[in-house]
């Protein structure tokens, strides 16, 4: 199974708690998107059954939130412009069954330490 890395995304709440998360663009139209996330480091995001794409190293300070949300927002966007948004449901698990480190992927407090 194969594994896309989205490295540059931005994760936001508004002010009644909704979270949004801000990637680029993708080809497809998603279809049954869901966020699969455990609490950690990293999420998979089901953007459709053939597309599964990595949100690397969430930061600490969101982790509680994101972990408590029931459905976030995801808005994609080509620069400055918003191609398409919507709700993403969220599939908490106890453990998202991956090695990370076979993807090449480490953890947030590693990275932080080798800054």
Known sequence: ME???????TIAEDSSG??????KAKKDSPSKP???????????????PEEKIILDYIN???????RKSREVI???SILDNIKDS???YMNIVDKIPLDWSQIG??????????A
């Open 18 to 23: 909704v979270l949004y998360f801000f990637i």
């Open 74 to 76: 995801v808005v994609e």
């Open 105 to 114: 992927l480490s953890t947030w407090e590693e990275i932080s330490l080798n």
């Open 86 to 88: 919507y709700y993403t």
């Open 34 to 48: 869901q966020i699969m996330y455990d609490g950690f480091e990293h999420a998979i995001f089901v953007r459709s």
């Open 3 to 9: 594994y896309e890395i989205e490295k540059q995304y």
């Open 60 to 66: 600490p300070q969101i982790r509680d939130k994101l």
